[in-house]
């Protein structure tokens, strides 16, 4: 019995998916909504007086309502906030003024702060409310980012078989039914998640309308989903490459006739209990170990959530 190197998942494959999926969810959805940002402003001025309140107004970093300054106060703003009367109420961190003694200029600050505020939120709205989330495929093409990855994990594939006299190519055919199948999942599973996205951030702007939040609140909501859509980008690639890159092992195996595997885990702490257990056992493809005690589910290696684990090919 003979024992292949390993193909382990390698991040060349996965990586370019991954800047597909981001491209596309940008093009889809983040660069709209950077239209909406350019453009849901509202605009106004405020004479440069030295003001820091009416600066801080027009900014966003503090609010009048319900007869109190609400936001971020600094030592100039405390002293201005005084000087117009108003008091410091300690439980609330909020300065209190009665609204017929607030002054006129403060008044137009925080008018054109609302609309502003009321322009920008009717902006992203508007554009959550008109994206199409079918389009996305107008960005990407997935089964052919597959293709492209499965032609590296051939090239990595031919060179485990350096000591097998017979070479064995995947055919086109193969080729085309390993990427379709994976590329149509990863397009449901981006489509899903846009759509998921759209509507948690639609629900985030009205929150926000309602809890009487600031434009640049809305913005930073913006920026910070942003963030967790890279993430999530990256988590939909690598773990539909790692499910790809399990059924090639398990397809190009077979075909060299190498019907069992060792278990091989990544040797490191984040291995799960019930993997590690696996580790240096023999399987064979069609009768996978159970990798979670607690539901039952069989799995070869890579086919787990988030499994970094590889299958050593045994050639008898």
Not at 47 to 64: F, H, Q
Not at 201 to 221: C, E, H, I, P, Y
Request: proline share 4%; net charge neutral; with cysteine.
């Amino acid at each position: 019995m003979r024992q292949l190197h390993a193909l382990p998942l390698l991040q060349k494959y996965w990586l370019p998916i991954e800047k597909s999926i981001n491209a596309a969810i940008s093009a889809l959805l983040f660069q709209p909504l950077a239209v909406a940002i350019t453009t849901g402003h509202a605009s106004y001025e405020i004479l440069n007086t030295g003001n820091a309140l009416l600066e801080a107004i027009r900014d966003g970093l503090v609010w009048y309502d319900q007869d109190h300054f609400a936001g971020a106060f600094n030592s100039k703003i405390t002293i201005e906030l005084r000087q117009i009367g108003a008091t410091f109420n300690a439980p609330s961190r909020t300065w209190s003024l009665p609204r017929d003694r607030i002054p006129t200029d403060i008044r137009f600050a925080q008018a054109g702060a609302d609309d502003r505020y009321r322009k920008l939120r009717e902006a992203f709205l508007y554009t959550l409310d008109h994206v199409n989330v079918d389009s996305i495929d107008r960005f990407v093409n997935f089964p052919d980012e597959y293709a492209k990855a499965i032609d590296w994990m051939e090239d990595d594939f031919q060179k485990t078989l350096s000591a097998i006299t017979i070479p064995v190519q995947l055919t086109p055919h193969s080729r085309e039914m390993i990427s379709k199948q994976w590329g149509q999942n990863l397009d449901l599973y981006v489509k899903g998640w846009v759509s998921d996205n759209i509507i948690k951030l639609r629900s985030d702007v009205q929150t926000n309308a309602f809890g009487g939040r600031r434009a640049n609140d809305l913005v930073k909501m913006i920026q910070d989903n942003y963030g967790v859509s890279q993430r999530k980008a990256k988590f939909l690639a690598r773990q539909e490459t790692s499910l790809l890159m399990s059924k090639f092992r398990e397809t190009r195996y077979r075909d060299i006739g190498a019907n069992r595997y060792r278990w091989s885990t990544s040797h490191d702490e984040r291995v799960r209990h019930d993997h590690h257990d696996l580790n240096g056992k023999i399987y064979s493809w069609d009768d996978p170990p159970v990798t979670n005690r607690k539901t039952g589910a069989r799995n070869n290696p890579g086919e787990d959530f988030g499994c970094r684990c590889v299958a050593i090919a045994l050639v008898e």
